[in-house]
């Protein structure tokens, strides 16, 4: 919370200002000219209406002339009229670009974080993310807005009010607008609270969002063991912070009302009593004096919304920041400059004396040196933590080995295009990510502008079409969020399909069937026994029962390979495997039907 502020306070107004103009607000520049030049039109109505008391008061009260009782009067009607028309007009615009803008940058920041790596979505939590799409935006639009609208409406309109009273009274606008100075030193050191406290409670309500989140996707975990009044009182501590922040926000911003509402009533007094007694003294008229109070509490509002305008800034200035650090954050697997198409003509995979840690410390993977020969499969077994799940990941460039190298058909991954590695791989994973959607699209999602044949042939071939024409609409059928109207089968057979429907050369399967009963994982088995023919398949497994069919075995324990072979080479060896395999063998005589090599 503390380093949000002071963050915050690291870049100044002018430069965030500066970048805010910059990157959203000149492309709508014409618009906003429009806008402006509307404003400028209410400005001069505005102060129209103001000169036009002095004939009211002096040409109709005074003087008592009918024929200028209908001319004012028809002048105010038309003042009024122009004042509304351009109002409207310019406040359409205005609207209009402020839409645009939240799009823009809500449709550039998703563009910026698809970009990023895997470990900056691991380091950030999810509803923080996307608090940056709803608060921070519209509180940066806001800020524009702000900014534009005083700028413009109630500047130009300011203006004109002041040159009214000028006109009218030059000794009494220099005694109105003389206190007004002494409100500028207050309203700057409010403005620079308002950031802080803004930025705090953006950070909060991120938290907020996120732990909002995590208790409604874990809402199973939460009713059963009880949990519930725990996560009631963890949402209560960030609402109750919540509130204090939004309150300390709310009494910044009241502060400067009453120094205005006191510089104000002080100048009105002060107008009052030496132009009442300028009046009484003969030496000016009625009419001119109250044309020029008119203008005087006309000119308040517009006085008070700039006046205020350093406080709404800084609010949004504490959003901007937030986005820009974002959108300033580069991902740690970038292509490189003269990286090419990854073109698999075989398949081979190899790791060459790679080194990998996520984090400082000991290292996840050490001088680990494999290869999966082209079209062939390859399993890695060993113990949870052991660094199965880290190959896979670098084999996919979701991240970046420390040292070595990982290569397809001796092309190192990182001299390929992202988009050409992501098109020659397919993984199905553990953790099947299915979308809010149908049946169908949550397939389609493996190859874009697959016809309706191949989808229904992937879920086929991935022992799914029958579940899913059981299902009330069928292809149709809206899954819920990660699938939650479908058991955990079901949702593991279609992301199968989504794999087989990509038809990549390379396969990554990482406990692929371990959410499937015995009878679907027999199914699904044989259906993975047929997409992995003439594909090069690195599987990940616990249960090795699974995998004693694999050309050949890779076994890892602390980031090492210790062993290597076929399952019956390993066996005869009566190494790490043969015990694995013997304390699984003991608990259950009964696994599924192994992996198969895949024959090419």
């Known amino acids: 919370m503390n380093q949000t502020a002071a963050g915050a306070s ?190 705090n409670t953006q950070a909060e309500m991120g938290q907020l969002s996120t732990l909002l989140e995590q208790t409604f996707q874990g809402i199973r975990v939460v009713k059963a063991y009880g949990m519930e009044v725990y996560e009631k009182g963890r949402i209560a501590g960030i609402v109750e912070r919540v509130r204090r922040l939004s309150f300390r926000a709310a009494c910044t911003r009241a502060v400067s009302h009453p120094v205005m509402e006191t510089l104000g009533g002080a100048a009105v007094a002060a107008v009052i009593a030496y132009g009442g007694y300028e009046v009484i003294a003969g030496r000016t008229d009625a009419g001119s004096f109250f044309s020029f109070v008119f203008a005087l509490l006309m000119a308040y509002e517009p006085m008070k919304r700039l006046a205020n305008l350093n406080i709404s800034l800084q609010e949004g200035l504490a959003a901007a920041q937030r986005l820009f650090d974002l959108l300033d954050t580069e991902p740690a697997i970038q292509e490189r400059p003269d990286a090419r198409p990854l073109t698999v003509y075989a398949g081979q995979v190899r790791l060459e004396d790679v080194s990998f840690s996520y984090v400082a410390g000991p290292p996840t993977l050490s001088g680990v040196s494999l290869e999966i020969p082209a079209g062939k499969t390859a399993a890695l077994v060993g113990p949870s933590g052991a660094g199965k799940s880290t190959i896979l990941n670098l084999i996919a460039r979701f991240y970046d080995v420390d040292s070595g190298s990982v290569a397809i058909d001796g092309t190192d991954v990182r001299d390929a295009t992202l988009a050409s590695l992501y098109t020659n791989i397919a993984l199905v994973s553990q953790e099947v990510m299915l979308f809010d959607d149908t049946v169908r699209a949550n397939i389609a999602y493996g190859r874009a502008g697959a016809s309706e044949e191949e989808v229904f042939e992937a879920a086929r071939n991935a022992a799914a079409h029958d579940f899913i024409t059981a299902l009330p609409h069928g292809y149709d059928t809206v899954v819920g969020e990660q699938g939650v109207k479908l058991s955990g089968g079901q949702r593991q057979r279609l992301a199968i399909a989504r794999a087989m429907l990509k038809n990549a050369p390379v396969l990554l399967l990482d406990e692929a069937t371990s959410a499937l009963d015995t009878e679907s994982e027999r199914k699904v088995q044989a259906a993975l026994d047929m997409l992995m023919r003439g594909r090069t398949t690195l599987v990940i497994a616990h249960r090795l029962s699974t995998v004693v069919g694999a050309d050949i075995i890779y076994v890892v324990d602390h980031g090492r390979l210790i062993e290597s072979g076929t399952h019956a080479e390993l066996l005869r060896r009566g190494g790490a495997y043969a015990r694995l395999y013997a304390m699984q063998f003991a608990d259950n005589e009964n696994d599924p039907t192994p992996i198969r090599a895949a024959k090419a």
């Not at 505005?46 to 009782?69: C, G, H, Q, W």
């Not at 935006?137 to 009010?161: E, F, P």
Request: with cysteine; net charge positive.
């Open 10 to 199: 690291h870049h100044t107004t002018y430069a965030l200002m500066r970048r805010l103009l910059r990157e959203s607000v000149r492309p709508y520049a014409g618009r906003i000219a429009q806008a402006v030049a509307f404003m400028a039109l209410m400005a001069a109505a505005t102060a129209l209406s103001a000169y036009l008391m002095e004939p009211v008061v002096n040409d109709v009260f005074i003087a008592k002339d009918r024929a200028a009782l209908w001319l004012v009067s028809g002048a105010v009607l038309a003042t009024f009229l122009v004042k509304g028309m351009a109002s409207y007009a310019q406040s359409a615009i205005m609207s209009n670009v402020g839409c645009r803008i939240i799009a823009d940058n809500q449709n550039r920041l998703y563009a910026h974080l698809a970009r990023m790596d895997l470990a900056f979505f691991h380091d950030r939590p999810t509803g923080t993310l996307i608090s940056r799409f709803t608060i921070d935006i519209n509180l940066m639009r806001g800020a524009v807005s702000s900014i534009l609208t005083s700028l413009g409406k109630d500047l130009l309109t300011l203006v004109g009010l002041v040159s009214v009273m000028f006109y009218q009274n030059w000794r009494l606008a220099l005694i109105a607008f003389f206190v007004f100075p002494l409100a500028v030193y207050p309203i700057v050191k409010l403005g620079r609270r308002m950031r802080r406290v803004s930025a």
